[in-house]
């Protein structure tokens, strides 16, 4: 990759980041040797697993679509990895120019690439912060100036929270996160998951460890809890490539293949009744 003036010194080359694995799986051009080295390990073991991550990035991208379609136009994006290739914004922005988003994330990489990349992008800011600590997220969020938590945000948190161990308390956290947004937000999440997953995915799942944060995989009850009583909207939690397939070419023949689910939901007004889940 290119050295990029943006790449801050603490930046650990020595060993692989998650931020960069991803990277190099969905084509970007942000990753060094090391990365990738770890990522063709990981692609012989589970040929899955590009797939399995542009899946990812594909259902983030229909999210982003349906919530800027549905009027949202600011987002606070928690694990946002290098925004290389169908970025939050840019869907957003396609369909609002007017729509803001707040990039978070832990890996000193990405959020130097984020900034290098966004940096004349004035409706944009990127955040360095770990999602096992909202509250600071959430405050330097507000003091980028570029969201407004009185009204409608739309929360996401694509392939990140199976990086916060149990210990961490995920369930804590996510209930600070949808606390802290207006009725009207939206929380779109997507989450690895052990069901439905040959040994291979399970054994990949080791090799995480390698990079500075390992892979918790948890059940679809699990992952459906962290919405809380926000409305699961239509289809429910789901293979990722089953959420509002855009065309017949975004639903695989096998949709668990790719290992996640993903849903969204939407907080609800004070007092209003319980809607049916989708
Ligand atoms: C699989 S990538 C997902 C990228 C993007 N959200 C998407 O769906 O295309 C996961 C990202 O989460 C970040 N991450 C891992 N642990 C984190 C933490 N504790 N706090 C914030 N970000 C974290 C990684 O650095 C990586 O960039």
Redesign the pocket.
Known sequence: MEQSRALPTEVDLSRP???RV?DYF?GGAHNFEIDRQLAEQIAAMTPNLADT?RA??A??RRAVAELTRAGIEQFL??????PTVGNVHEVAQGINPHARVVY????PV?VAHSRSILEDNELTAVIQ????DPRHILAEARQTGLLDFSRPIGV?????VH??PDEDRPDEIMAILRDAVAPGSYLVI?HSTYEDQPQEMLEAQKLSARTS?EITLRSKAQITAYFGDFEILDPGVVHMPLWRPESPDDVDEHPERFGAFGGVARKRAPGADEPAAG
Not at 77 to 82: A, E, K, V
Not at 104 to 107: A, P, Y
């Open positions: 980041s998650a931020a991803y969905l991550m990812g990035r259902f983030l994006d928690i694990g946002s990895g290098i978070v994330d832990i890996d990405a912060a770990d999602v096992r996401l948190l694509a392939g990140v990086f916060v997507s944060t």
